[in-house]
């Protein structure tokens, strides 16, 4: 699907598994199992240290500095978590709706970190 210039891709494979895995990452996250809750925390600190490599990367070759490449990567995490979250929530009426409003909120985030060198 098409949004504001750029391709947003939804991979679905099997939305059954899929949406299991998700509730259990969701539930989890600030579950009862610590070992769970440790290696999810974990999951997440590595994709975040990921994201914000490859902003730095990305900046340098295309001369954008981002200003906190570590912050900026969190924020899009919090907001693709929040998104996944409530997708598992939402009924199919809304997801076009929200995925606009997810598509926004980081474009915004994007342009406010983003400075020319």
Avoid: W, Y
């Avoid at 996250?29 to 999951?43: C, E, N, Q, Y």
Wanted: glycine share 12%; proline share 3%.
């Amino acid at each position: 699907m098409r949004r504001q210039g750029a391709t947003v891709r939804k991979e679905r494979g099997n939305p059954a598994l899929h949406g299991k895995l998700l509730r259990l990452f969701f539930q989890e996250r600030t579950g009862s199992s610590p070992p769970l809750r440790k290696a999810i925390s974990a999951g997440i600190d590595r994709l975040t240290r990921n994201l914000a490599e490859d902003l730095e990367r990305v900046g340098r070759q295309s001369g954008i500095r981002f200003q906190d490449a570590g912050a900026t990567a969190e924020a899009v995490m919090t907001i693709a978590c929040a998104g996944a979250r409530d997708e598992l929530l939402g009924s199919a009426a809304d997801q076009e709706d929200a995925i606009d409003g997810r598509t926004r909120k980081l474009g915004f985030l994007l342009l406010g970190s983003a400075r020319r060198e």
